[in-house]
Every structure is written in C-alpha cells, then in structure tokens.
C-alpha cells in the first residue's frame, strides 16, 4: 500500500522531476464536498467522535485540488505528480550524497539514542539501524515542517481522490485523534496524509502507536522514544523476523537472466550462492543459509542486484517501494558499519507516466502483464518487459525503455 507523500529528503529534489499541478487550494468548497463531510457524522459518532468536535473539525474545510491523485469532474486528468519512489530513476532515487549524509547524522543519532535503540531491539526485535534510518527518510530525523493540514488532505482524497474509501477511513480516525486530545496543531501531514516523525496515517497511528518514554501519551510527533519504538512496533506487527537481515547485495554470475527476478522465484540462500551469487560485501551472511530469498534487479541489468528475503517486504510494507526498501536498507546498513552500494547505479532513463501505462496496457494485451496499470516502472512491470524481450529475441535487460515501447507500437501496426 502506497501511504506517504514525498519524504523530506527528497523534495528538493523531486521538484525538477514533477508535472506541477494547480497551485493553490480551491477557493470554495463544492457544495457536494459540503453535503458529504455532513454524511461522515454518523460514522465519526461511532468511532466516539463528539458533535463539537466534528463541527469544529469540517467547519470551513475546504478541499485542496493541488494535491496529486485527484479526479475532478470538468477537469483534464493530469500525469500524476507522484511520490519520487516511482517517478524517478534508481539512480536519481538512491543518490550517493544523500544516502551518505543520511547515514552519517544517523550515526550521531544512533549513538545519543543508543539505550532507548537497544530497549526498543529487546522489545520488538527490530534493529535500531533500521528504525533510525526510517526517521531519516521519512522526515530527516523530524527536521522535516510537514507542509500539509491533515484533514485537508484526507478530506479531499477521500472526496475525490482516486481510492476514496481509503482516505475517508482515514479522515474518520484523523477526527478520532482530534477526539483524544491531538491538537490540531499537530495535524501536519506530507500529501499522503501521513503524520509524525515516522509518517503515520490515522488509522496505524490506533494501531501500532506507542508510548514509550512512559508519559501517559503515545507522542509520534516530539517524543524520540515514542516515534522510534512506533515505528518498530509496526514492523513487529506487520511480520519483522528478530535476526534476520533485510536483504544481500550480490554479483551475478555472467548471462543471468534478469526475469528469474521475481518474488515467486524463491530458493535458499545456499542454492542462490551455490549458483555463482556471490556477496558483493564483506557483511557477514546468517548462520541459517536454508532462509529463502528471492533476486531483485530494480534497475534491470543496469546497476545492483540483491537476494531479498522476508524482512525486505516487512520494510515495503510500511511504504509499498522497492526503491524505498532499498534507501532505507542502506542507510541503516550504513548505520550499522556498512558502506556504500557495491554495484553502481546505471544512467537509465525513466519513461513518461503515459508512456509506461501504454506499455502496461500493450504488455497486458499479450497476456504478459497482469498487475494494475499504474504507469510505475515496478517489479512486474520489468518481469513482464523482460519476458516481451525473450519472446521477440530483443536485447534482454528488463529495463522500460522506449525502444521496447517503439517496438511494441510496430508489432501492433503490423497485425
């Protein structure tokens, strides 16, 4: 599941890279977005939300039509903005100075924290790394001023955003908080609608949210130990495997073939390197080499490849990115004495969001596809491309480019 907006990190960034959309929220609400925050009252009352502060909560509320994801009615769709997990390159995504710098003020964090870290790993079994390199991403350590009013922002992706259930679930439990005494002061979100220093929804915040330094109150927002101890508790819940790494960066043997990088593709870890997969660094491999594993090439044949094994998904789970998992895998890596990726990131180009629909949509069309069409250079969508490459004896790398998209429009010209 896709949950955050673009993280701190990042964003300047990602603003060479987006299609902007409207500049500034709507200047009056639509009375039918009106009409339906008044629907939401009985459904709020049964989370416990009071009428005061309901009333409090929609009055003047008005919906933001610069947010990215939206269908309105008598407006052209535009390309989506997107977060930059999927609108820009490994390469752009996993930049060497930015992970370097991450990991380097991690470090210094990692050191201050080091006590409430090792309560934590005792606790839910999640290393300190990989909760303080999370904290970097998602919000730089909480530097980050979160540029959104959360109920803004969920209200109008739950009125007319492209997964409405989702975020009117979520504007529910967002009343639900207010209810419980967060200040709305603290109601800042990234364009997703997540909250706190680790960039929490509404609904996981009642889920996994704890309070850690004993005051009485789980504060993702000021409290270090309550944000951290949070975010691992949602990696305990969501299937976190205590002493068990996330994923082993590899060298591949001469001619593999890229489409064998699918998640149902699992083996041992022993047969993967019993095959010629050898550990590009010097980190230590687990006692229990019948662990199964799984090979991820995220840039094709163009840069780094990894045996992933299950703590690898429990990471994607908290934010649904391959690139994500790896930013984070690496940064806390780093952390932990790790260095740099051992393989450099190739200079491939990213197609247009339209570009990567077609090719989605023209790959479905030859029973090859058969995930959503997002326009996201994912994991299936490189695994059905590579297939395409084998069937037409094109040049196999499992990388979208527009030369296998230009060949795609001919062979559908020609029948």
């Not at 995504?93 to 005792?122: C, M, P, V, W």
């Not at 300190?128 to 109008?156: M, N």
């Amino acid at each position: 599941m896709i949950r955050r907006g673009c993280g701190a990190v990042l964003a300047a960034l990602l603003a060479g890279f987006l299609l902007i959309g409207v500049s500034a929220p709507a200047g009056a609400a639509d009375p039918a977005f009106r009409r339906w925050l008044q629907e939401l009252w009985p459904e709020a009352q049964k989370l416990g939300v009071s009428r005061a502060t309901f009333d409090a909560a929609v009055a003047g509320l008005e919906p933001d039509l610069s947010l990215p994801d939206l269908v309105i009615p008598g407006r052209p769709d535009k390309p989506p903005r997107g977060q930059a997990e999927f609108v820009q390159t490994p390469e752009q995504y996993l930049r060497e100075k930015t992970l370097a710098n991450l990991a380097s003020e991690g470090r210094q964090l990692f050191a201050k924290h080091r006590d409430t870290l090792n309560r934590i790993e005792r606790r839910y079994g999640v290393p300190g790394p990989v909760v303080v390199a999370i904290w970097g991403r998602e919000t730089a350590f909480g530097s980050y001023k979160l540029p959104h009013d959360a109920l803004t922002v969920l209200a109008t992706q739950g009125f007319y955003g492209k997964r409405k259930d989702f975020f009117r679930n979520e504007f529910l439990h967002a009343l639900k908080m207010l209810q419980d005494g967060v200040p709305r002061a603290d109601m800042r979100a990234s364009w997703g609608g997540a909250l706190g220093m680790t960039q929490f929804l509404p609904s996981e915040f009642y889920r996994h949210a704890v309070d850690f330094d004993g005051d009485g109150r789980a504060d993702i927002w000021r409290s270090v130990p309550d944000a951290l101890a949070s975010a691992a508790q949602q990696l305990a819940h969501k299937g976190w495997q205590a002493g068990h790494h996330w994923a082993y960066e590899v060298k591949v043997p001469k001619g593999t073939d890229c489409t064998i990088a699918d998640p149902d593709h699992l083996r041992p870890l022993k047969d993967w390197l019993a095959a010629g997969y050898v550990p590009a660094a010097r980190k230590p491999l687990p006692a229990d080499l019948n662990e199964p594993a799984s090979l991820l090439m995220p840039a094709g044949l163009f840069g780094p490849a990894f045996l992933i094994l299950k703590n690898y998904y429990v990471i994607k789970d908290y934010n649904f990115s391959d690139l994500y998992v790896l930013f984070v895998g690496n940064v806390s890596d780093r952390i932990a004495g790790g260095g740099p990726f051992a393989t450099p990131w190739g200079k491939v180009v990213q197609l247009r969001t339209a570009d990567l629909e077609e090719m989605q949509r023209r790959l479905a069309a030859l029973g090859l596809y058969r995930d959503k069409i997002d326009g996201k250079a994912g994991m299936r969508t490189r695994l059905a491309l590579g297939a395409y490459q084998k069937v037409e004896g094109l040049t196999l790398d499992c990388w979208p480019g527009a030369n296998v998209l230009d060949h795609l429009r001919a062979a559908s010209q020609a029948q």
